[in-house]
């Protein structure tokens, strides 16, 4: 039996996913773009591309059993939700899986301690705020509607043409220094192993963590990722003279370190970059 999975946000973390999916023989994957380009690139995927806004979504959410949500909210709120919430609600009991991807900003600042699913949100950015709301959401839709809802808590993305060394490699690498700041990191490829790990394994309203094993100081990753690429580390810049970004400096107003346990206990997942070192020397191909 074909199973369809209809990915709001056909980006960097659904891509991921849709290629592990597509390899098994009995998928086919909607994605929605803003991008004629994209959508063309997706079809060549074996994707069934829809712009949207514009496109009409109302036969991909009826024959969709699977639905990944990785659009982020906005001021407004969850976009999905506001624009096809009762389509989805109405379709909900015949779903088998629904993801919501959310951040690990939803925790705030931690002060550099260890945090898990089970502290209650405390978000310190406005990026955060917005997560949180989104989340329950999704939650009221779900309980009231029987939407088998996941959600997943992403820490700092990076893989394939996306992360440090991407960074580096255009010269606008960066070490930031920010006392006893840390944070946790996830390699794209081991987000959609956990997902299908999911998908194959529903446990409808459960949150789950997806991060490394190893928090760590941006500036070292920065560090490693000169070393992998053979160049001269960018020099040291204190975070209070740094020219950065609203949502880099968001980054540095929080420091934790996220525990992946209940996944890993819950559905036997086992990153394959469990570290920053490994995931980096995999880019470049080498081994740490």
């Not at 919501?100 to 550099?112: C, N």
């Amino acid at each position: 039996m074909t199973k369809t999975l209809l990915c709001f946000g056909y980006g960097y973390c659904a891509q991921a996913l849709s290629r592990l999916l597509l390899a098994a023989s009995d998928w086919k994957v909607y994605g929605t773009t803003r991008s004629h380009r994209k959508a063309a690139e997706a079809e060549r995927n074996r994707i069934r591309a829809i712009i949207w806004p514009g496109g009409d979504l109302g036969p991909a959410i009826e024959d969709a059993t699977h639905l990944l949500v990785s659009i982020a909210p906005g001021e407004r709120g969850d976009p999905v939700l506001e624009s096809h919430g009762r389509e989805i609600a109405a379709s909900a009991h015949r779903k088998k899986w629904a993801g919501y991807l959310s951040t690990t900003a939803v925790y705030g600042d931690r002060g550099g301690d260890w945090v898990d699913e089970s502290a209650p949100p405390s978000p310190s950015t406005e990026r955060g705020r917005r997560r949180v709301a989104a989340e329950r959401a999704w939650q009221t839709l779900a309980a009231e509607n029987g939407l088998p809802l996941h959600i997943f808590r992403l820490a700092g993305i990076y893989g394939p043409g996306r992360g440090p060394l991407e960074s580096l490699k255009s010269g606008r690498g960066r070490r930031v220094i920010k006392k006893n700041q840390v944070f946790n990191r996830i390699h794209v490829e081991d987000i959609a192993v956990a997902l299908s790990a999911s998908i194959a394994k529903p446990e409808p309203g459960e949150i789950y963590n997806l991060c490394d094993d190893l928090p760590a100081a941006p500036q070292d990753v920065v560090a490693f990722g000169s070393e992998l690429l053979g160049l001269p580390p960018p020099k040291e810049v204190p975070f209070e003279r740094a020219d950065m970004s609203p949502m880099a400096r968001s980054f540095y107003g929080e420091s934790k370190r996220v525990s992946n346990a209940k996944i890993k206990r819950q559905l036997g997942f086992s990153p394959t970059y469990p570290d920053y070192e490994s995931g980096l020397a995999s880019l470049v191909g080498k081994r740490t």
